[in-house]
């Protein structure tokens, strides 16, 4: 009775607001938890800098990883019970992948994606979770595997990443929840019920069909609505060429105000050396950063940074055909005019841009279908969901109010 007590004490509860009291199954869960490289995304902003449209926005890459977890848990249970044969070694590993698939993110999610170190935040994380393997000896080779693609059961690594992967189940919800957006509500819990596995790839029963195109048409609206909503879009580009600019272009700046890590990754050049100093970063660095800089010396650098912290972004123009390249000269001029910047400069204050919405690829491992004969039938073979698969493209001009 006392070592069930003692047992039951290294498991921990967390109350989510989307999914309430939830709990995990395997002591290094909690381990994993529990350490400082997971603990860093409590400082990483889920949205990036849509707060400033969405004020609610400021949930974080931790809470979404829980509940990333929760779902899987969830899944796992699902296809258990409906008799798809998963050990526990491979409850584990799936949980494990799952749990960590965005501890490669960098601040601000991915406003400043690929400026402080050249590698992606996936293959960022594929070199944490190693590191985290050594550091746990050889608890997470299963995990790395599933991650990486190397195991033959297909299906777990599309419950990580695929179109239909508990990591878009939670962000969509989350999302959603957080900015008040009710269009991004999806049924998450009849998806994960109507999951099941053909020759060990991930299906969805026929009866889920229109949980799946209340899936696709939420994750469309979310990136207009939200993702790609052109104020972000203004402050994610300005947070971006800022940084951009003062690692490649501001050379003789005084960089000793920024924080140590940052002045670290800055003047490394070996990308494991960069990771060292990466994986100290976070969101309040950044802050800490931009808010020193609006004194900075540089017209450009105090311009872009006081025009962050106050909230004074670039103007965007987005429009459904490409800028007209009169239009963007006149810009330009009218710019130069105003304000007075160097050409090298002007071009990361006046310059275009595209964006692009596809809730559905046919290029990815497709969404397949269980019918009720027994066969499967993928997405885009399936008559009511052909017309999923359009991509829209969306063009903008960014430059600073000139009048």
Not at 46 to 56: A, F, H, N, V
Not at 80 to 89: F, L, T
Not at 260 to 289: C, G, P, T, W
Request: hydrophobic share 40%; charged share 25%; proline share 2%.
């Amino acid at each position: 009775m006392l070592r069930l007590y003692f047992n039951m004490k290294k498991k921990k509860i967390f109350n989510d607001p989307l999914y309430g009291l939830i709990g995990f199954d395997h002591e290094i869960i909690y381990k994993l938890i529990d350490h400082p490289y997971f603990q860093r995304l409590r400082r990483i902003k889920q949205m990036g800098l849509s707060d400033y449209i969405y004020p609610g926005a400021v949930h974080t890459r931790f809470q979404h990883s829980l509940g990333a977890l929760y779902l899987m848990k969830k899944s796992i249970e699902s296809l258990k019970w409906k008799g798809v044969k998963i050990s526990d070694e491979e409850y584990k590993a799936v949980s494990i992948a799952i749990l960590l698939h965005d501890i490669g993110h960098g601040p601000f999610s991915h406003a400043l994606e690929g400026i402080f170190i050249s590698i992606g935040h996936e293959e960022i994380t594929l070199k944490i979770m190693e590191k985290l393997n050594v550091e746990f000896g050889g608890e997470l080779g299963l995990a790395i595997d599933i991650f990486r693609d190397k195991y033959p059961r297909k299906f777990f690594k599309q419950l990580i990443s695929g179109q239909l992967d508990v990591d878009r189940l939670d962000y969509l919800t989350r999302d959603s929840f957080y900015t008040g957006v009710a269009e991004g509500v999806i049924g998450y819990d009849r998806i994960i019920a109507m999951l099941n596995v053909v020759d060990d790839k991930l299906v969805v029963e026929e009866k889920a069909i229109y949980s799946i195109e209340k899936f696709l048409v939420a994750r469309k609206i979310m990136y207009w609505q939200v993702y790609l909503h052109k104020t972000s879009l203004s402050a994610e580009n300005m947070i971006y060429h800022l940084f951009d600019y003062i690692i490649n272009e501001a050379g003789n700046m005084d960089k000793s105000s920024l924080p140590l890590s940052l002045q670290r990754i800055i003047a490394e050049n070996n990308v494991d050396r960069q990771l060292e100093y990466f994986i100290k970063l976070d969101d309040s660095d950044i802050l800490y950063a931009i808010k020193n800089l609006m004194d900075s010396g540089d017209s450009f650098v105090s311009f872009m940074s006081n025009g962050l912290i106050k909230r004074q972004l670039l103007k965007i123009l987005l429009k459904n055909v490409k800028i007209n390249s009169d239009y963007l000269e006149s810009i330009r001029l009218n710019v130069e005019k105003r304000y007075r910047f160097n050409k090298n400069v002007l071009k990361r204050l006046v310059f275009t841009g595209e964006v692009s919405n596809e809730s559905y690829s046919e290029k990815q491992d497709e969404i397949e279908f269980l019918l009720k004969s027994g066969d499967t039938i993928k997405l885009s073979e399936f008559a009511p969901m052909t017309s999923y698969s359009s991509k829209s493209v969306k063009y903008f001009v960014l430059f600073p109010e000139y009048a």
